[in-house]
């Protein structure tokens, strides 16, 4: 009787782990734009943990590393032509990833367009390697 109820719970744990193809694995993932644009190349990268996204950073980089939100010239710029600039929209964006998880809808931001259009594109690819538990940065066309 004892091996038959320990079959069965090994079968049923079986079934469980098996179905978990869509939970997100604990580690850290990044997608990233496969070209630049404007001299940006954009990326998200996401902390997950027990099947949430705990962390994430939205940004972009030059070609020799340097972040787009660090550029105070550009935010400068930017933020006396649209009212937006790159600390302001990449925190918004990334405050709607995390409350929205691996349903997010993104809300565009006025002068900002661009990059959300390019966050929706790199969302579902990060949850992906996510899901699969793939730690190499992906590439999004």
């Not at 997010?104 to 900002?112: F, I, K, P, R, W």
């Not at 990059?115 to 579902?124: A, C, E, T």
């Amino acid at each position: 009787m004892k091996i038959k109820r320990m079959a069965a719970f090994l079968l049923v744990s079986a079934m469980v782990s098996g179905c978990g193809g869509n939970k997100m694995k604990d580690g850290y993932y990044t997608a990233e734009m496969a070209d630049f644009s404007h001299g940006w190349k954009e990326y998200v990268c996401i902390q997950v943990k027990d099947d949430t996204i705990v962390s994430a950073e939205f940004n972009a980089k030059d070609t020799s590393g340097f972040i787009k939100a660090w550029d105070n010239e550009y935010m400068r710029n930017m933020g006396t032509e649209t009212g937006n600039y790159p600390n302001q929209y990449t925190r918004e964006y990334v405050r709607q990833l995390i409350e929205g998880q691996k349903e997010t809808e993104v809300d565009l931001m006025t002068g900002a367009t661009h990059s959300g259009d390019n966050f929706k594109k790199l969302v579902p690819a990060v949850i992906e390697q996510a899901k699969k538990g793939d730690s190499r940065t992906v590439q999004v066309e």
